[in-house]
């Protein structure tokens, strides 16, 4: 067979992953396991704050830092996190093909010191793909407070690597790993690698056809491509497609027919895995001395009771409820001052408009409409999401957000769907749209839609202010004790999530069996160890990476509702507005559904962000053609005398819970999806729940009221 030498083998990196690369600049890989640590890895060499987490699957994609060291360039590639390079996920393929095309200067390895077995796999098959690996075995600390030490002297001879023990978190052994970095992009480093051998069967069929694949693609690793070959991978053939330049598959179809048959294994890849696993667990007894349990025993005993049957799920609902309750009852006063000063601030932003002659019209739109929503936007939602989402975030440092997935998983299994969605649910409580983004943790296309078409069933931060409204107006004003009502709030809108999470399972399986069908997906959870949360981390991820980034996404949306719904309210036909006239038109339809013209209208002209519902109910209701805000009794007293009763009260917590997505999850549906199919059963989908749930409700309570 003549083979024939190709002077362009592989697209660049810019055409190939997007990456920009300077001239004298070395591109570093980092591949690890989720949980590794390997973001925090990311954070200290790069100085960025990418944001980092206690749960496995936080890296869905490639992230780029570029740093400095003895005078060098470096661009550090943060790769999803994956348990191996068999590309059975999104995120192997990605880490694969990047090792593989990308053409690294260096891969970093991290390893959790904690289970070194577990991790080495990995790092096994990295070695196969290129000479030039360093392990980073993370979290020292961590395994020194469990009686654990890692010997590196014994690996790097075992592996002829160079070892690196580190603690990213606190920056202990992290100029090591920069000097190990600095030697082997430059070809400084006398490696001595020892890939491993999967028997002599196997070994002998690659030999057969190394140095012809080292002709024909010199740029990929022989024995590895020769390993993938007789494995029978589709998916690396897919990539060299899609990466490699020339012509090269008549030629690899002749090589593939050298391969004999291996018919003594049954299945290749089981055992090129097998084989990796017991090796790693020989090495890593050989090189790890425990000298004591204690630790792995506390944390073994926790779990007993955090992920029992019996007491995990209780144990997880009270926390839920305790976090809403304090939600509930820290957010009143800090509400409430932010709402003085910003509504204090209306009458000089007219008097400022009146003192340069701007017309009437046009400072009642720009402070009745725009300024108005603005400010009862941010009220409204920065306090509760200021307090909720660093109590979220520091659940997610300590390590018990995996726990939950592990407790609804076998719920999620028996609705055909995925265990992570849990988790994707659990970014949605902050925001939808976020939630929706988080969905890319899970692997299967078609489970990974089913989770971003059933993420608004949980109620966002934005849909709180009208649920706590109408629950504390309704459902719990008999209680004359403060504290009481407010805990008893909070058990209201506790029950309202259960009802969501009941729903989601419901229709996730609904949608398994028919637009979606299919298995549901197998997956490992890991349950990281249990960390003591870095408050300056949990500060800033939950103010600055949530917080402020929900609400000025929410803040860019109101504007123009503000406008729009000012107009809608301050132009007449005849002797009432257009809002009014609408509102009369939606009646008989919103009385199917146990609501009235004006509520349904509300929730309409709140698509654009669901914390304006109330206000523009009230402005409607009153005619007073801007927002207007009051408190909870005086609003209660409005809403009885529009004919309000408790089965009004609970459509309109329902419909809140259940209604259309707002404007941004929707957007980001689209964005995620790529398809607008997608994006119109995102809206439909919970709308028509909505209206055919309230329709029930309101006919049982018509038949036995």
């Known amino acids: 067979m003549g083979l024939t030498h190709q002077?362009?083998?592989?697209?660049?990196?810019?055409?190939?992953?997007?990456?920009?690369?300077?001239?004298?600049?070395?591109?570093?890989?980092?591949?690890?396991?989720?949980?590794?640590?390997?973001?925090?890895?990311?954070?200290?060499?790069?100085?960025?704050?990418?944001?980092?987490?206690?749960?496995?699957?936080?890296?869905?994609?490639?992230?780029?830092?570029?740093?400095?060291?003895?005078?060098?360039?470096?661009?550090?590639?943060?790769?999803?996190?994956?348990?191996?390079?068999?590309?059975?996920?999104?995120?192997?393929?990605?880490?694969?093909?990047?090792?593989?095309?990308?053409?690294?200067?260096?891969?970093?390895?991290?390893?959790?010191?904690?289970?070194?077995?577990?991790?080495?796999?990995?790092?096994?098959?990295?070695?196969?793909?290129t000479d030039k690996v360093i392990l980073c075995i993370n979290l020292v600390d961590e395994a020194k407070k469990k009686g654990i030490q890692i010997d590196k002297t014994i690996l790097e001879k075992e592996l002829g690597i160079p070892v690196v023990l580190t603690a990213a978190r606190s920056g202990y052994g992290m100029n090591d790993l920069l000097e190990a970095i600095d030697k082997v992009s430059s070809g400084k480093y006398k490696f001595n690698n020892k890939p491993i051998t999967y028997g002599e069967e196997i070994e002998s069929s690659v030999n057969l056809i190394k140095n012809d694949l080292h002709e024909l693609i010199p740029d990929?690793?022989?024995?590895?491509?020769?390993?993938?070959?007789?494995?029978?991978?589709?998916?690396?053939?897919?990539?060299?497609?899609?990466?490699?330049?020339?012509?090269?598959?008549?030629?690899?179809?002749?090589?593939?027919?050298?391969?004999?048959?291996?018919?003594?294994?049954?299945?290749?890849?089981?055992?090129?895995?097998?084989?990796?696993?017991?090796?790693?667990?020989?090495?890593?007894?050989?090189?790890?001395?425990?000298?004591?349990?204690?630790?792995?025993?506390?944390?073994?005993?926790?779990?007993?009771?955090?992920?029992?049957?019996?007491?995990?799920?209780?144990?997880?609902?009270?926390?839920?409820?305790?976090?809403?309750?304090?939600?509930?009852?820290?957010?009143?006063?800090?509400?409430?001052?932010?709402?003085?000063?910003?509504?204090?601030?209306?009458?000089?932003?007219?008097?400022?408009?009146?003192?340069?002659?701007?017309?009437?019209?046009?400072?009642?739109?720009?402070?009745?409409?725009?300024?108005?929503?603005?400010?009862?936007?941010?009220?409204?939602?920065?306090?509760?999401m200021a307090i909720f989402f660093p109590l979220f975030t520091l659940l997610e440092d300590l390590g018990y957000l995996p726990r939950v997935a592990f407790n609804l998983d076998h719920l999620f299994k028996k609705a055909c769907c995925h265990g992570k969605q849990c988790l994707t649910m659990c970014m949605g409580f902050g925001c939808n749209a976020a939630g929706v983004i988080g969905c890319r943790i899970i692997d299967s296309p078609r489970e990974r839609l089913i989770a971003i078409l059933t993420n608004n069933f949980v109620p966002c931060n934005g849909r709180f202010p009208t649920l706590i409204a109408i629950s504390t107006i309704f459902f719990t004003s008999m209680i004359t004790n403060s504290a009481f009502a407010s805990v008893s709030t909070a058990l209201c809108i506790t029950l309202l999530i259960i009802l969501g999470v009941i729903t989601t399972l419901i229709?996730?399986?609904?949608?398994?069996?028919?637009?979606?069908?299919?298995?549901?997906?197998?997956?490992?959870?890991?349950?990281?160890?249990?960390?003591?949360?870095?408050?300056?981390?949990?500060?800033?991820?939950?103010?600055?990476?949530?917080?402020?980034?929900?609400?000025?996404?929410?803040?860019?949306?109101?504007?123009?509702?503000?406008?729009?719904?000012?107009?809608?309210?301050?132009?007449?036909?005849?002797?009432?507005?257009?809002?009014?006239?609408?509102?009369?038109?939606?009646?008989?339809?919103?009385?199917?559904?146990?609501?009235?013209?004006?509520?349904?209208?509300?929730?309409?002209?709140?698509?654009?962000?669901?914390?304006?519902?109330?206000?523009?109910?009230?402005?409607?209701?009153?005619?007073?053609?801007?927002?207007?805000?009051?408190?909870?009794?005086a609003l209660g007293s409005v809403l009885i005398e529009h004919g309000w009763t408790y089965l009004t009260a609970l459509n309109v917590m329902l419909f809140s819970l259940l209604h259309w997505p707002c404007a941004t999850t929707l957007l980001t549906i689209k964005r995620e999806t790529g398809s607008l199919k997608w994006t119109v059963v995102g809206f439909l989908l919970p709308t028509c729940l909505a209206f055919i749930v309230c329709f029930l409700t309101t006919t049982i309570y018509n038949i036995f009221i």
């Open 507 to 633: 229709v996730s399986y609904i949608l398994s069996k028919t637009m979606l069908k299919g298995v549901p997906s197998t997956f490992t959870l890991e349950l990281p160890p249990y960390r003591t949360p870095q408050i300056g981390r949990v500060i800033y991820t939950s103010i600055v990476d949530r917080t402020i980034f929900v609400l000025g996404r929410a803040i860019t949306i109101a504007i123009p509702a503000g406008i729009i719904i000012w107009i809608c309210a301050n132009i007449y036909i005849g002797d009432v507005s257009i809002l009014v006239h609408v509102a009369n038109f939606l009646d008989p339809i919103a009385k199917v559904i146990g609501l009235d013209g004006f509520i349904l209208l509300a929730f309409i002209l709140g698509f654009p962000a669901n914390e304006i519902v109330i206000p523009i109910l009230l402005m409607a209701y009153l005619s007073t053609g801007s927002m207007i805000e009051m408190d909870n009794f």
């Open 220 to 384: 990929l690793n022989p024995r590895w491509l020769g390993l993938r070959l007789l494995d029978g991978d589709k998916s690396i053939l897919e990539s060299m497609n899609e990466y490699i330049t020339f012509d090269y598959n008549e030629s690899l179809e002749e090589i593939k027919h050298k391969l004999p048959k291996i018919n003594s294994i049954k299945n290749i890849r089981d055992e090129f895995t097998k084989v990796n696993y017991d090796i790693a667990s020989s090495l890593s007894k050989k090189c790890t001395m425990i000298k004591s349990k204690n630790k792995i025993d506390r944390d073994e005993k926790i779990d007993k009771i955090l992920t029992s049957k019996y007491f995990g799920m209780p144990i997880m609902l009270i926390l839920l409820a305790l976090i809403l309750w304090i939600t509930i009852e820290g957010a009143n006063y800090p509400s409430e001052l932010l709402a003085n000063f910003l509504f204090g601030l209306q009458p000089h932003l007219t008097d400022a408009l009146n003192s340069i002659g701007a017309p009437v019209w046009l400072s009642g739109m720009l402070v009745d409409g725009l300024y108005k929503t603005l400010a009862w936007v941010i009220s409204v939602m920065l306090p509760p």
């Open 7 to 129: 002077s362009t083998k592989t697209k660049s990196l810019k055409d190939m992953f997007d990456i920009e690369k300077k001239e004298d600049q070395y591109v570093i890989a980092l591949a690890g396991n989720p949980n590794t640590g390997k973001s925090t890895v990311f954070n200290y060499l790069t100085g960025l704050k990418q944001h980092t987490g206690n749960w496995p699957g936080k890296t869905v994609a490639t992230a780029r830092g570029d740093f400095k060291h003895n005078n060098k360039d470096y661009a550090l590639i943060d790769l999803p996190g994956t348990y191996s390079l068999f590309a059975l996920s999104q995120e192997e393929v990605v880490a694969r093909d990047f090792i593989c095309f990308g053409k690294p200067d260096a891969v970093i390895v991290v390893c959790d010191a904690n289970c070194l077995e577990r991790n080495l796999n990995l790092a096994f098959q990295v070695m196969e793909l």
